[in-house]
């Protein structure tokens, strides 16, 4: 009885070990498994990562290329717009060069001009007002004194072109000096006026005088000053239609030094040809105001120097069909007595 009960303890101690054994080994086996899932996901993940790292590479690598491509082909403008600014440069330099060799050219030939063309030029005109004058008695028969009347206002018209040459030379070569001395405003535009009142009776135009002050004293060149205000009502003039109007106005300025306006009813000026006005050349307008009024278009110009020199300004006020305004302002000093 006693055998019987061991040998059925033995034999379910058995089963117990065997089963025990089985769960161990099953146990084990699953652990294998789990531990090569988790390193097949680990390994799947790398994979992963390297192929990204990989196509990131390839993309950097390929957007390098792209970038030293562009890189080389700014390089390759660069040096052609340097090869070209070189080209440019020495273009320019010899342009330069060029223009030095013709203004000298230009003042050299201005200078004979003024010796071997004035000099006669100032002769003939002499001889031609002694003739039109009938200085030495008349003249016979009559009709030579219509002749010498010619003579005289051609050499006349030609000696203001020769002169207004020399003068625009001078300004663009920086040689247009200031010697101020008092003078009188008002009388300066007395003078003037009278000066070309018989102009103004021939085209049956009213010239008039305009401003408050019976004087007007100031630190400037009187010849200049003249000049300037010859230039600018002549120009009036010239422009204005038979029966129009001009006036030539003094102010004193409100802060010092005065104002002078030149101002007519002729055709005005578009105001995007004011600018072509006030240099030298710079000729607009139809053919009838061109033909019929001849000139070299150096009267504003040489009037705008004159009062920048004299430390002042130029300026243009005008309308097509209405009439035009050009008013000076010049200041009580001069630029001369500013700088010193």
Do not use: W
């Not at 390929?62 to 080209?87: D, F, G």
């Not at 440069?89 to 010899?94: I, K, N, P």
């Not at 031609?128 to 219509?146: C, F, Q, R, S, V």
């Not at 018209?157 to 020399?166: A, G, K």
């Amino acid at each position: 009885m006693c055998a019987l009960r061991r040998t059925g303890i033995d034999q379910v101690a058995h089963v117990v070990n065997t089963n025990r054994q089985m769960l161990e080994k099953a146990l084990q086996m699953r652990g294998q498994s789990y531990l090569a899932d988790v390193k097949a996901q680990l390994l799947t993940g790398v994979i992963y990562e390297m192929d990204s790292s990989r196509k990131r590479l390839l993309t950097a690598h390929q957007r390098l290329k792209e970038a030293m491509h562009t890189v080389s082909l700014q390089k390759e403008l660069l040096a052609l717009e340097v090869e070209q600014r070189v080209k440019s440069e020495d273009t320019a330099h010899g342009a330069r060069l060029q223009a030095e060799v013709a203004n000298r050219a230009r003042g050299q030939l201005l200078a004979k001009i003024s010796h071997d063309v004035l000099t006669p030029l100032n002769a003939i005109n002499a001889y031609a007002e002694m003739i039109d004058d009938e200085t030495l008695g008349p003249l016979a028969p009559a009709g030579y004194k219509n002749y010498a009347g010619d003579i005289r206002r051609a050499s006349k018209h030609l000696h203001d072109l020769i002169r207004s040459l020399l003068e625009a030379a001078q300004v663009e070569a920086g040689q247009l000096r200031i010697t101020a001395s008092e003078i009188d405003l008002v009388e300066l535009r007395r003078d003037t006026l009278a000066m070309l009142d018989h102009q103004a009776k021939q085209k049956a135009i009213s010239l008039t005088e305009g401003g408050a002050p019976s004087a007007l004293p100031m630190h400037a060149d009187p010849v200049l000053l003249r000049r300037l205000m010859l230039n600018l009502t002549t120009n009036a003039l010239k422009f204005t239609e038979a029966g129009g109007q001009v006036g030539v106005s003094v102010e004193a300025a409100i802060e010092g030094g005065a104002i002078l306006r030149f101002s007519d009813n002729g055709p005005g000026i578009a105001a995007e040809d004011i600018e072509t006005v006030l240099t030298p050349y710079g000729q607009v307008g139809s053919k009838a105001t061109t033909s019929s009024n001849p000139s070299l278009g150096l009267g504003l110009p040489m009037a705008k120097a004159i009062a920048e020199a004299h430390g002042g300004s130029l300026g243009i006020e005008s309308e097509v069909g209405i009439g035009t305004t050009v008013t000076v302002i010049l200041p009580t000093t001069h630029a001369g007595d500013k700088a010193g």
